[in-house]
T-cell receptor, first 114, second 112 residues
Framework: KAGVTQTPRYLIKTRGQQVTLSCSPISGHRSVSWYQQTPGQGLQFLFEYFSETQRNKGNFPGRFSGRQFSNSRSEMNVSTLELGDSALYLC?????????????FGEGSRLTVL | GENVEQHPSTLSVQEGDSAVIKCTYSDSASNYFPWYKQELGKRPQLIIDIRSNVGEKKDQRIAVTLNKTAKHFSLHITETQPEDSAVYFCAAILNTGNQFYFGTGTSLTVIP
């Protein structure tokens, strides 16, 4: 069974631009959640999607948004990029949600904002 | 919201010794507490989890204990091996929603 796939793996943007990251979950998993990982803040929950609906959102500004498609693939968008958005963005999939059991993480998309 | 504190931030042990990592949480509504291990340059992976109706859970050399009254839970690794070297994250999930709160991580180094 294929694991969680994230694209692109690396990207460089400049301040003010926007970026879209993609996450393909494990087949059969309906939940996709997103996390920001930085050396200073550790792992922080962004949001979770389940069956195309956002179930919950972490404490991030509205510049961070996402969506989920009918095939469970998810995208995360960050608009008006700031230097502090430089981070590793991880997505994770699970069968039924973050509170129900194991999360399977992708390898992440490393975003550098210049 | 929830606040998860994790200690220590770094931990070095000799191979064969035990390692203990502690986390505290603030919201009594938290009911699911997983632990993830992240090796350098790799993705986090679940190593053990515990729910609030259980006080202790073991899986070979790894155990987790939960004290709901004191709102803290701990990861215990016995007979440590060099391959246990990694960053360990605790987490707490509220039963009122699906927010996922991670601790700040513990970098464990096992010295051969």
């Amino acid at each position: 069974k294929a694991g969680v796939t994230q694209t692109p793996r690396y990207l460089i943007k400049t301040r003010g631009q926007q970026v879209t990251l993609s996450c393909s979950p494990i087949s059969g998993h309906r939940s996709v959640s997103w996390y920001q990982q930085t050396p200073g803040q550790g792992l922080q929950f962004l949001f979770e999607y389940f069956s195309e609906t956002q179930r919950n959102k972490g404490n991030f500004p509205g510049r961070f948004s996402g969506r989920q498609f009918s095939n469970s693939r998810s995208e995360m968008n960050v608009s008006t990029l700031e230097l502090g958005d430089s981070a590793l963005y991880l997505c994770a999939s699970s069968v039924a949600g973050v509170s129900t059991g194991e999360l399977f993480f992708g390898e992440g998309s490393r975003l550098t904002v210049l | 919201g929830e606040n998860v504190e994790q200690h220590p931030s770094t931990l070095s042990v000799q191979e064969g010794d035990s390692a203990v990592i502690k986390c505290t949480y603030s919201d009594s509504a938290s009911n699911y507490f997983p632990w993830y291990k992240q090796e350098l340059g790799k993705r986090p992976q679940l190593i053990i989890d515990i729910r609030s109706n259980v006080g202790e859970k073991k899986d070979q050399r790894i155990a987790v204990t939960l004290n709901k009254t004191a709102k803290h839970f701990s990861l215990h690794i016995t007979e440590t091996q060099p391959e246990d070297s990694a960053v360990y994250f605790c987490a707490a999930i509220l039963n009122t929603g699906n927010q996922f709160y991670f601790g700040t991580g513990t970098s464990l180094t096992v010295i051969p």
